[in-house]
């Protein structure tokens, strides 16, 4: 009897606390799933024909199914509720095929085809239809089957850097020339004061900082060199996002979500997250488009845009892209 009722504790004692780990795990992803309810859902069409996606290129573009693509759009908002243009363009790629994280940079005065609006630069797309004329455009202009987007505004940027501790970057002697006349322009609409930076070199800086050091374009490589400096920051956030570990998504997540506009749901969401941890490479590849080689500037109207070959250009971003 003593024997059967040692085991009747020992059973009790077992069965309370699986309940209370099912408790745990049942409480840690109902609270998961309530934080990526945050994310500022964006619906877009189903039919990719709406979103600029030939069959033709689908069916290509298809048999790469280890390469996922996110066009990332930073959103230049002077005002927190302004539509803005997409001052930063770029394609996020998880390329699990050959381990690799990628950021290719599209130039925001690109000249290109715009629906409904004929030639014009590609930062305007965003402005005048969202994300899905800025999707449809690019993939209608670089025969790509991007289907899916995060969106972030400079605003919202910023809090997202400050909350994840900042980011390391190195500022050049030519960079602190202008940095904080950047930095006392977002201090001034948001009416809080951010530190200057005081000196060259490498250093954490933070949220408005680091969105500062994005914008700065009057340094001798102007908006080419804009370009690398939003690749470097998105690099180091992402990197510093990777080296807390797949354990840690959870907590990364609820620090990201509520800060970004995407159409991806929450089993997409996690999937994305998952893949960016599981890459191996511990760095980022980085390219620009169109290169100098297949570009220049032209003046239309008293407008600066910049011509490229588009079927050059094309064919090396896909490369970039799908086979590096």
Same mark, same amino acid.
């Given at each position: ?28 992803? /109902? ?52 539509? =803005? ?7 996020? %790629? ?15 005065? /690109? ?6 609006? =004929? ?5 305007? *797309? ?7 004329? *800025?999707?449809?455009?690019?993939? &209608? ?16 940027? &910023? ?50 900082? $680091? ?7 009057? /340094? $001798? ?10 690749? /470097?920051?998105?690099? $180091? ?8 570990? $797949? ?7 609820? %620090?990201? +979500? ?47 845009? +910049?011509? %490229? ?6 064919? &090396? ?8």
């Amino acid at each position: 009897m003593r024997t059967n009722k040692k085991g009747s504790i020992i059973k009790k004692i077992i069965i309370t606390l699986l309940c209370l780990f099912l408790i745990i795990v049942v409480s840690g992803g /109902t609270y998961f799933y309530l934080q990526l309810s945050k994310v500022k859902k964006v619906k877009l069409p189903s039919n990719p024909s709406e979103l600029g996606i030939s069959k033709k290129n689908d069916q290509k573009l298809s048999k790469y199914k280890d390469i996922y693509n996110i066009a990332f759009f930073g959103i230049d908002s002077r005002q927190k509720d302004d539509a =803005g243009r997409s001052d930063t363009i770029m394609i996020l %790629t998880l390329d699990g095929k050959h381990d690799q994280v990628k950021l290719s940079s599209i130039m925001r005065d /690109t000249y290109v085809k715009v629906d409904g609006h =004929g030639m014009t630069k590609i930062t305007h *797309a965003y402005a005048y239809g969202g994300p899905q004329l *800025a999707l449809k455009t690019i993939n &209608e202009n670089f025969n790509l089957n991007i289907k899916d987007f995060i969106t972030v505004d400079f605003f919202d940027c &910023e809090k997202i850097i400050d909350k994840l501790g900042g980011v390391t970057i190195n500022i050049t002697p030519d960079e602190l020339k202008y940095i904080n006349s950047y930095i006392d322009e977002v201090s001034k609409l948001e009416k809080k004061p951010t530190e200057h930076v005081t000196k060259a070199g490498a250093q954490l800086l933070d949220g408005r900082q $680091a969105v500062a050091y994005s914008r700065i374009r009057y /340094t $001798a490589g102007g908006d080419y060199e804009r370009t690398e400096r939003q690749r /470097t920051v998105l690099s $180091a956030l992402l990197n510093k996002i990777r080296s807390k570990g $797949a354990s840690n998504f959870s907590s990364v997540a609820n %620090t990201l +979500l509520p800060y970004i506009k995407t159409n991806l749901n929450q089993l997409e969401i996690v999937n994305y997250g998952l893949k960016a941890f599981t890459v191996k490479t511990n760095g980022i590849l980085q390219h620009r488009f169109p290169e100098d080689s297949v570009s220049n500037g032209i003046m239309k109207d008293g407008v600066w845009y +910049l011509q %490229t070959d588009l079927t050059k250009t094309t064919n &090396e971003m896909q490369k970039f892209i799908f086979q590096k």
